[in-house]
């Protein structure tokens, strides 16, 4: 059974900094991707970043600039470094990560973290 398990939100003041976490456990297979997900009241849930085994990136260019992915693939951890916040910044953030098949590799599955509430006052 896949978990992720997600921490680090909460109240900030606008300007200010959060690092979010992510840990993955319980997968026989390999994780292809992870990345970090919104959503606020109303909206729809919307990428924000994502990193994937190689390494590669790529940010929503709302938060380009301010926030930073990062991933320890030894601890199947992945972080959101988040930096000059705003007051649009808050929502529900999200953990996903795109897993293999452990026997057919071509087969791909999402699993998601319970998220995380992070709200940066004004």
């Known amino acids: 059974q896949v978990q992720l398990v997600e921490s680090g939100g909460g109240l900030v003041q606008a300007g200010g900094s959060l690092r979010l976490s992510c840990t993955a456990s319980g997968s026989d297979g390999s994780i292809k991707s992870m990345g970090w997900y919104r959503q606020a009241p109303r909206e729809p849930r919307d990428l924000i970043a994502r990193i994937t085994n190689d390494g590669t990136t790529n940010y929503a260019d709302s938060v380009k600039g301010r926030f930073a992915i990062s991933r320890d693939n030894a601890k199947n951890t992945v972080y959101l470094q988040m930096n000059s916040l705003k007051p649009e910044d808050t929502a529900v953030y999200y953990c996903?990560?795109?897993?293999?098949?452990?026997?057919?590799?071509?087969?791909?599955?999402?699993?998601w973290g319970q998220g995380t509430q992070v709200t940066v006052s004004s």
């Open positions: 996903h990560a795109k897993i293999k098949d452990p026997i057919v590799a071509l087969y791909e599955y999402d699993y």
